[in-house]
């Protein structure tokens, strides 16, 4: 068994691919809802881009 290493580079895949999803989305809560929506159409939410980060960061680890 390759144990979790692969299942996490995965889930970090897909949480990075989820986070760049984010681009354009309005925001409707929370510190970025009193941005301009115009300021950020080509910014990824941060905390979806930190999940696809720690994701990578273990999956990383765990490959070494």
């Not at 995965?10 to 309005?26: R, V």
């Not at 970025?32 to 696809?52: H, I, K």
Request: hydrophobic share 55%.
């Amino acid at each position: 068994s390759d144990g979790y290493g692969p299942m996490l580079a995965a889930a970090a895949a897909a949480a990075e691919a989820g986070a760049e999803a984010t681009k354009g989305m309005a925001a409707a809560a929370g510190r970025s809802s009193y941005v301009p929506a115009a300021t950020l159409a080509e910014v990824p939410d941060p905390g979806a881009m930190a999940v696809g980060f720690w994701l990578r960061a273990v999956a990383t680890a765990l490959a070494k």
